[in-house]
Each structure stands twice: as structure tokens, then as C-alpha cells.
């Protein structure tokens, strides 16, 4: 189930990227840091997702909060693995990927307990877990589908919507 999971984030990573494209045409949203992989994971980071963009480049996401690094290992070489963290995750990002992780987490318990769950510690007990900004709240679950609300503690007037009776994320 973990595997799911896992599987699950590596696919919100890639398909949320273009939401980073806003930032700016002229800022790169990545910042280069003198950490590695294993320094990630010695402070309690989690491998989140793993990619390959060229037949040569490992790519490895990692988190812990709302704090996100990649790090880049070219295969063959004896170059150092590139890491960096994103910087100004934009705010819609952090709600729209906890709504996804959400989405995981429900179809995992659901996977368990044939009944989606507006329990968020039980969901939190096989591995959901979202950013310390974010706030969650589940308006529907029952044995059919889940409807689920992120907003950026911030700003709570701005909410995010996931229905899965209606096919995932809302406009």
C-alpha cells in the first residue's frame, strides 16, 4: 500500500509541474544546496518520487512538510548527485497536492475497509500526510464516494475542491 502511495505522489509531482511554470518566466524556482540524498534522508526527509527525464538522469524528489527538494544523479558519471529545494511553492500548489495526496489515502482506506472515511488520523495512520499550511476538511464519505476541501490557512476564503463523484479536482 505504501508502494501506492509513493506511485501515487510521483504522479501529483509530475503532473502538478506546471503549476510551478507561474512563478516567473525569469526565476527558477529551484535553489542549488550542499546537501545529498542521504542528508535528506538523515533529516527525516521522505523519498517521494523518483524519475528518469533522460535515459541517463535518476531524479529523486524528497519532502518533509512543506519543504520540497530534488535531487539529480547523472548515471555513468562521476559527477556529484545536483540537489536543490524549491523555493516560493506557490500557495495553490500546496492545496491542490494535498487534495491529491488526500485522493490516495482515501482509495487506500477504501481499499481496506470497503468505506471512505472522514477520519483524517485514520488516514494519517497509512500514510497521509500534507503541509502544516494547508487545512483539510472531508464534507462527504460514505461507501460510494468522498468530496474533500484544502485552503491555505492564510487565505480560508479561497478552497480548493475534491469530489470523487465528479471525477476528482473541481474548478
Not at 77 to 88: H, V
Not at 90 to 97: D, F, N, Q, R
Not at 106 to 124: G, K, P, R, S, V
Not at 142 to 162: C, H, T
Amino acid at each position: 500500500m505504501k508502494r501506492c502511495f509513493l506511485l501515487a505522489l510521483a504522479l501529483i509531482l509530475l503532473t502538478t509541474g506546471s503549476a510551478f511554470a507561474d512563478l516567473s518566466k525569469h526565476t527558477n524556482p529551484w535553489e542549488d544546496v550542499e546537501l545529498n540524498a542521504f542528508d535528506l534522508i538523515q533529516d527525516g526527509y521522505r523519498l517521494v518520487s523518483v524519475v528518469w527525464p533522460a535515459p541517463n538522469i535518476e531524479g529523486m524528489y524528497f519532502q518533509k512538510k512543506d519543504r520540497v527538494y530534488r535531487c539529480f544523479t547523472f548515471l555513468g558519471s562521476d559527477l556529484t548527485p545536483n540537489c536543490a529545494i524549491l523555493i516560493n511553492i506557490p500557495k495553490p500548489v500546496l492545496a491542490i497536492v494535498a487534495l491529491k495526496l488526500l485522493a490516495t489515502a482515501q482509495e487506500n482506506y477504501y481499499a481496506d475497509n470497503d468505506i471512505y472515511t472522514f477520519d483524517l488520523e485514520a488516514l494519517e495512520q497509512i500514510g497521509f500526510f500534507f503541509s502544516d499550511k494547508v487545512g483539510i476538511k472531508i464534507t462527504r464519505a460514505d461507501k460510494n464516494s468522498w468530496r474533500g476541501i484544502a485552503f491555505f490557512i492564510e487565505f480560508p476564503e479561497v478552497e480548493y475542491v475534491y469530489d470523487s463523484e465528479k471525477g476528482g479536482l473541481q474548478d
